[in-house]
């Protein structure tokens, strides 16, 4: 027992890890993400569908946990743009948060930008019983998924804990070029924020290159002169209006020189907040609020591998398991769709020989399905089986009638094979 409990231990921790608390390094999806955007792909591709309905075909065919935290997951995705959502997905910014409405009144569908980066290639993924039915082991994502999401992704696990930052599509792809060997320069690229980044490149790098970094913010604020009032516009992270409000908390209660009015509830993903000025030193006021509006925040990009092992992952690695990830499934794309060009060039070779002979057999075994076979397997020497295969598919009339095309057919596979031949450079060429 003393040694089965550590293991059984450490076995449930990496099931945790896992399955519940941080992305894999594959696509940069937690499982119950992965499972909710593939259950928008098969019911939701173009129209919205209850919430309801789609966490209940989520936790009932892939997910086996509650209906409560997989809505509270499918939530955070359509407030990162991961889907889109109609109906009141709650406000998280403001004084108050606004929680969102129950899942029966809300609804959700793929988003446009997701189902072009992650599922064009989804038939040719790696698939498997995880813990369910069968589904994907990964999405074939040309950027890792954490990376795109509108907020950074957070997760708390057995011994770890990650935070990952988020970036601008399009600056991923220039730091990926540069990895690729496309782009010279580096480019150091920074995470996106609606906060002004106040660090260096050097640990702009640190985080691109070792996946872990400490940033700090600077909040924004501005100066209304029509009522002597100071708005903020942006808090940084791991700061919140009311440890903002705290800070002023005399002037607001005990001095009253100070009125408050938070206008965030009424502005999805507006965080905007208001401090005004009555009789209190506007200058003096400024020089607070900036100074309640700086923070900090410590990036550690800890992710899971296939077993469920917790591994420290770069920005720069990310993009690049990402990317080799999508490069195979795409070249098992083109493999498996040469190999049908073949069969059906070997299949359009058999019908031209059965064609050439088949009407002189038919009038002679008209009446004799066996005797027909047998005569066409003699003349054009095909095996039996494959005859009777052959005519069990398209029947003798329209066997008569197909159009052989082989030429067609083997520019299409031609096609397929020269894109196979450099797929490195038809990928960045067509898909990014």
């Known amino acids: 027992m003393k040694i089965q409990v550590p293991e059984l231990y450490a076995e449930y921790g990496r099931y945790i890890n896992k399955f519940r608390a941080f992305p894999m390094v594959l696509d940069g999806l937690k499982s119950v993400e992965r499972r909710l955007l593939y259950t928008l792909f098969e019911l939701a591709k173009k129209n919205y569908v209850k919430s309801a309905k789609v966490v209940g075909h989520c936790i009932g065919n892939y997910h086996p946990h509650g209906d409560v935290s997989t809505?509270?997951?499918?939530?955070?995705?359509?407030?990162?743009?991961?889907?889109?959502?109609?109906?009141?997905?709650?406000?998280?910014?403001?004084?108050?948060?606004?929680?969102?409405?129950?899942?029966?009144?809300?609804?959700?569908?793929?988003?446009?930008?997701?189902?072009?980066?992650?599922?064009?290639?989804?038939?040719?993924?790696?698939?498997?019983?995880?813990?369910?039915?069968?589904?994907?082991?990964?999405?074939?994502?040309?950027?890792?998924?954490?990376?795109?999401s509108k907020t950074n992704t957070q997760g708390i696990g057995f011994g770890y804990k990650c935070v990952i930052p988020n970036y601008a599509t399009e600056d991923?792809?220039?730091?990926?070029?540069?990895?690729?060997?496309?782009?010279?320069?580096?480019?150091?690229?920074?995470?996106?924020?609606?906060?002004?980044?106040?660090?260096?490149?050097?640990?702009?790098?640190?985080?691109?290159?070792?996946g872990k970094a400490k940033l700090e913010f600077q909040g924004i604020c501005e100066i209304n002169p029509a009522n002597k009032s100071v708005i903020i516009r942006s808090i940084p992270p791991n700061r919140t209006f009311m440890r903002i409000l705290e800070s002023f908390k005399k002037e607001v209660e005990i001095e009253k020189s100070i009125g408050i009015t938070d206008e965030s509830t009424t502005s999805t993903k507006v965080r905007l907040h208001i401090l005004r000025?009555?009789?209190?030193?506007?200058?003096?006021?400024?020089?607070?609020?900036?100074?309640?509006?700086?923070?900090?925040?410590?990036?550690?990009?800890?992710?899971?591998?296939?077993?469920?092992?917790?591994?420290?992952?770069?920005?720069?690695?990310?993009?690049?398991?990402?990317?080799?990830?999508?490069?195979?499934t795409v070249d098992r794309y083109f493999t498996v769709n040469i190999a049908k060009l073949e069969e059906r060039i070997a299949e359009m070779n058999l019908i031209q020989k059965i064609k050439e002979v088949l009407p002189d057999s038919l009038r002679a075994y008209s009446n004799d399905a066996d005797g027909l076979?047998?005569?066409?397997?003699?003349?054009?020497?095909?095996?039996?089986?494959?005859?009777?295969?052959?005519?069990?598919?398209?029947?003798i009339t329209r066997l008569l009638k197909v159009r052989v095309d082989i030429a067609k057919i083997k520019a299409e596979k031609l096609v397929l094979e020269t894109d196979l031949a450099n797929l490195e450079t038809y990928l960045w060429d067509n898909k990014y």
């Open 373 to 395: 076979i047998n005569d066409v397997h003699i003349k054009t020497t095909i095996e039996k089986d494959k005859v009777k295969s052959l005519f069990d598919k398209y029947t």
């Open 71 to 148: 809505y509270g997951a499918l939530v955070s995705m359509v407030n990162s743009d991961l889907a889109q959502g109609q109906g009141n997905w709650g406000i998280d910014v403001g004084v108050v948060n606004n929680p969102p409405a129950a899942q029966r009144y809300t609804e959700v569908r793929c988003s446009k930008d997701i189902l072009e980066m992650a599922f064009e290639y989804i038939e040719y993924v790696d698939r498997d019983e995880l813990e369910m039915d069968e589904e994907p082991v990964y999405l074939a994502t040309k950027y890792p998924i954490c990376l795109v």
């Open 172 to 210: 991923l792809k220039q730091r990926l070029a540069w990895l690729l060997g496309y782009r010279k320069r580096e480019p150091i690229i920074k995470p996106i924020s609606n906060c002004e980044l106040k660090s260096d490149d050097a640990t702009y790098k640190q985080l691109l290159t070792t």
């Open 277 to 328: 000025q009555r009789g209190f030193p506007l200058d003096k006021l400024v020089e607070k609020v900036v100074s309640q509006l700086k923070g900090t925040m410590t990036y550690e990009c800890n992710m899971s591998d296939q077993s469920g092992k917790c591994v420290l992952v770069s920005v720069d690695q990310m993009l690049l398991y990402a990317y080799n990830n999508y490069k195979k």
